[in-house]
């Protein structure tokens, strides 16, 4: 037998595993599942906080809640999700290329995809709101100049009522749909993870993600003027998307080999695709918004605040980022 055969039989009866197939950490499942009901319990809490004290004013606080979550979603994409990404699929073991940044640019391509998709989103029901906007024109036309009829002006009213309903709704609708997308992919990126620290990075950004995006959603549901049921319907659908989402993924990874090569490029794409869709949904979807929307605080402190508290959230991931 020639050295090079020994050499081979030598390797092959070695009960260890190859260095680029190094099994990941042993014992997530619990983590998992940890990380599924309480996304389940802390969705539930966001979307219904405004159900129950809309009423009571509380603008300031959602404002600086807002703000600070935004702040760990964002940097949470950028330094826990897309960091991790980066090595593995510079791995030399996948047989890509070790110089080039596939990471970032599979995060820019999901990045571009959701906001394709929140755009298509926007324009389909908007029409709809312009198609109720002229039946509402045909039912209640606003009062001619020389009139002063007490009924016209009540119908314009309510029309003005109902369209502002409306505009909400298309918001409501789009946000969610938007929602419903990328949670799935994350909570699935949470749920076929191998890594100890993306697993609990992960579930500290969902955990402040669902609570913050629940809480937006709500005050929309709110102001659209939904009913009890439509409400509990539509808050159902944002509470049980992600932790569908975790579950799906640790049915996946419990049905293929974690050592292998396909894992491995499936975990780099799952986390640079959720590192995309985690810096444009900070970027666009929450800061944006919080500091742009028609009830930011007119307090230059609480401005202030906001500020501080985005900066402060952001600060706190990027020393987690550090240790974890």
Sequence with gaps: MSDSSAANVAVNASPELPACFAAGDQGLLGLRLGGLFGILVISTIGVFIP??????????????????????????????????????????????????????????????????????????????????????????????????SNDDVAKAADRKVRLTAIQHGVISYTFEAGIIFHSIFIGITLGISSNADTVRSLMIALFFHQGNEGLALGVLFVKAGYNRVKYVLLAAAFILVTPLGVAIGIGVSNNYNGESKAALGTEGVFDAVSAGILIYNGLCDLILPTFSDDELPRSWTMQAAGFGALYTGATIMALIGKWA
Aim: net charge neutral; charged share 15%.
């Design 51 to 148: 159900f129950f004290t809309y009423k009571a004013k509380l603008t300031s606080v959602y404002f600086l809640l807002r703000a600070f979550a935004a702040g760990v979603v964002l940097t949470t994409g950028y330094v826990h999700v897309l960091g991790d990404a980066f090595p593995i699929l510079t791995d030399p073991c996948l047989g890509l290329s070790t110089t080039y940044p596939w990471a970032m640019t599979i995060a820019t391509a999901a990045s571009l995809f959701t906001f394709n998709l929140e755009w298509i989103l926007h324009k389909t029901f908007h029409q709809r709101l312009m198609r109720d906007a002229e039946r509402f024109d045909a039912e209640a036309p606003l009062p001619a100049a020389r009139t002063d």
